[in-house]
């Protein structure tokens, strides 16, 4: 970790978890200076190792904020994060027909990238929202509760995914990675754009430029915010819930005999009230998780690539968080500038790799080059993060 602090353009410091500021593409470092002198911050600006440009704010970047929370720096998927969980059967015990049925299985009853049920689904989130006389408040907010029970239980696209993983010791487990779909990016954009109206309005202090609107905590509207977006949260959880009992009974179904435990379920698109050096702040983590010691955490990689399982170390100096995977180190234009369809399926088929994907056509934005080395990631913060368990592509399924 190194720190890029000079005190005549930044009110607070950057700390970096990579090796050197050669490391940093210039927008994602011009994006963390722009938070580095917001009058808000609170003790400093963290990047994580997998950290990269975004909207607003750095993928990787986590701030915490007094008084203040600003919904770009939760981002358009509102509670965007991983579901992970273990089984007690060996890889041994089913051949590649059997693998291939599991994708099938699960595709059928998974809608995958915009595809959304065509029957309402179940959704305890959805049925206490509807009843909530809060949430009726914003009309049009409201109409997408209704939109969302189409929406639960579904993959959607770009880089989530659902994997069948080996273990070290060759035992399966399941890995997905899905958020609010629809549903947060509506919350989101609707109330950064009030922010973004109620900041000229005020004339603030924030540049336009930097797409950093913030919301006060002590006006409506802030608090309107905390609301919708833990709702949001509660429905990414909830979506990665039914995805994840759906995939446990087509696995039950092929495999006689199967349990599962050890499963774990956490955003990595959020804000939290938490108390860092001895203060309360709101804790922005824009892909990045927390990893509050001895919290167990989730860090895929590419896909056909490695991913792990990390136990929390609980640093302050992170604000308790660590990357949230191996991050992009190029677009999607230039991943398909360099690779096409056939470098990834190939890719993918040397490996013994299975693919579920209903249209391949922009499979080459996700090729693992087009990710960082995953292993280089974890290697850059060991000072956050305990690995537990190193995990390996069998089959994958995108959107």
Excluded at 258 to 274: C, D, K, P, R, V
Aim: glycine share 8%; aromatic share 10%.
């Amino acid at each position: 970790m190194f720190v890029i602090y000079d005190d005549k353009k930044q009110y607070r410091p950057i700390k970096v978890w990579l090796d050197d500021k050669e490391q940093l593409e210039e927008s994602c470092l011009e994006q963390a200076k722009n938070l580095s002198n917001l009058p808000f911050i609170h003790k400093w600006v963290c990047l994580m190792p997998d950290t990269h440009a975004g909207f607003g704010m750095p993928i990787g970047g986590v701030i915490a904020t007094e008084n203040v929370i600003i919904p770009n720096a939760v981002g358009v998927d509102i509670g965007c994060g991983m579901g992970f969980i273990e089984t007690n059967i060996h890889k041994s015990e089913l051949n590649e027909g059997q693998y291939k049925n599991i994708v099938g299985q699960i595709m059928r009853d998974i809608p995958t990238g915009f595809k959304h049920h065509k029957e309402k689904q179940d959704s305890k989130v959805l049925d206490d929202a509807e009843k909530n006389e809060f949430f009726k408040s914003i009309p049009e907010l409201y109409e997408e509760i209704e939109r969302g029970y189409n929406q639960i239980g579904t993959l959607g696209g770009g880089n989530h995914f659902i994997e069948i993983q080996e273990d070290e010791n060759g035992f399966l487990c399941v890995m997905l990675h899905s958020g609010s779909r629809n549903f947060g990016y509506k919350v989101a954009k609707y109330f950064n754009n009030i922010a973004k109206n109620l900041n000229s309005k005020w004339y603030s202090s924030v540049p336009s430029n930097y797409d950093l609107a913030f919301l006060p905590l002590d006006i409506k509207e802030g608090q309107e915010y905390i609301r919708w977006m833990n709702l949001a949260l509660d429905f990414a959880k909830e979506n990665r819930n039914k995805m994840m009992e759906v995939i446990k009974e087509k696995l039950k179904r092929i495999i006689p005999g199967i349990s599962f435990n050890n499963q774990i379920n956490a955003h990595h698109n959020y804000a939290s009230l938490e108390k860092h050096y001895d203060k309360e702040v709101w804790v922005h983590r824009k892909g990045a998780i927390c990893v509050e010691n001895g919290n167990m955490g989730i860090i895929p990689g590419a896909m056909g690539s490695y991913s792990y399982i990390v136990e929390g170390l609980g640093n302050p100096e992170a604000f308790n968080s660590c990357s949230h995977g191996a991050g992009r180190k190029m677009s999607r234009k230039k991943a398909k500038e360099l690779f096409s369809v056939e470098d990834t399926i190939l890719d993918l088929k040397d490996q013994g790799i299975v693919l579920g994907k209903n249209n391949k056509s922009d499979v080459n934005d996700e090729i693992r080059w087009a990710y960082k080395d995953i292993d280089v990631v974890i290697e850059q913060e060991l000072d956050l993060i305990k690995p537990i368990k190193k995990l390996k592509t069998l089959c994958v399924i995108k959107g």
